[in-house]
């Protein structure tokens, strides 16, 4: 089905956000309409998991991990599904993937989230 393009993703400290976007301009509009929209991702050495889903009627569903800093939409006229994360934690870091359509897959957008650092002190 070819691969969707994708954007947004990068480093990021913990605590911080980003938005990743994912066009879908290559898929006929009721194709597009008529089957959900999700993101997943894949963290080394793990399965993909699903992060977030909307279905038809627009209604949404996160995995526990993500709920309530997690927010995916999407802009009909743009044929663009978004994911916007907050709160970003270490275990967030993965590769992200959009799917929409049928069976249409995003290239894939790699997010990694850095800790905010300890301090050590040495003293003799």
């Known amino acids: 089905q070819g691969q969707l393009p994708q954007s947004g993703g990068g480093l990021v400290q913990a605590g911080g956000s980003l938005t990743l976007s994912c066009t879908a301009s290559r898929i006929i509009t009721s194709v597009l309409n008529s089957n959900p929209v999700a993101w997943y991702r894949q963290a080394p050495g793990k399965e993909r998991e699903l992060v977030a889903i909307?279905?038809?009627?627009?209604?949404?569903n996160y995995a526990d991990d993500v709920k309530g800093r997690f927010t995916i939409s999407k802009d009909n006229a743009k044929k663009k599904v978004y994911l916007q994360m907050n709160n970003l934690k270490l275990e967030d870091t993965a590769v992200y993937y959009c799917?929409?359509?049928?069976?249409?897959w995003g290239q894939g957008t790699q997010v990694t989230v850095w800790g905010q650092g300890t301090q050590v002190t040495v003293s003799s």
């Open positions: 799917k929409a359509g049928s069976d249409y």
């Open positions: 909307m279905t038809v009627l627009g209604s949404t």
